[in-house]
């Protein structure tokens, strides 16, 4: 579980930390409905990055881990906006963006599995 837990907080990490460097990238495929995109791929990113360093810790380990799953839960109408909209990541085949959208549940099952007392 040690090394699962480096590769979580290691992946959440470097993900955060893209929404910083790249986040115009994220900003036009944010859904049109919700309100200041920017404001919200800077808060997912930190969200990320703290969820990431979180779970490295044991004091923090179970709630940074309840956190993450639901950013999962919470980032999910971005990820059906970009398949619904293919045309705003055209680099990336659509099938590829379908593909994410179920990825989702194994992501929340495994930082699930951190929310547990003795892991």
């Known amino acids: 579980m040690r090394v699962g837990r480096l590769v979580m907080g290691l992946l959440y990490i470097g993900a955060g930390t893209v929404h910083f460097v790249a986040t115009k990238n994220y900003v036009h495929i944010m859904p049109a ?3 200041d ?7 997912s990113g930190a969200a990320e990055i703290a969820g990431g360093l979180g779970v490295l810790v044991p004091q923090t380990r179970r709630s940074a881990a309840w956190g993450l799953v639901a ?3 919470a ?3 971005a990820n059906l906006w970009m398949a619904q909209h293919p045309e705003l990541v ?3 085949p659509v099938w590829l963006l379908w ?4 990825l989702q549940l194994p992501l ?3 930082a699930y599995r951190y929310t547990k007392a003795d892991v």
Do not use: D, E, K, N
């Not at 995109?37 to 808060?43: C, G, K, S, W």
């Not at 593909?99 to 179920?102: K, Q």
């Open 33 to 35: 409905y919700l309100p």
């Open 37 to 43: 995109p920017r404001a919200l791929v800077l808060i």
């Open 71 to 73: 950013l999962l839960v």
């Open 75 to 77: 980032v999910m109408p």
């Open 90 to 92: 055209p680099s990336v």
């Open 99 to 102: 593909f994410r959208l179920p």
């Open 108 to 110: 929340m099952w495994w």
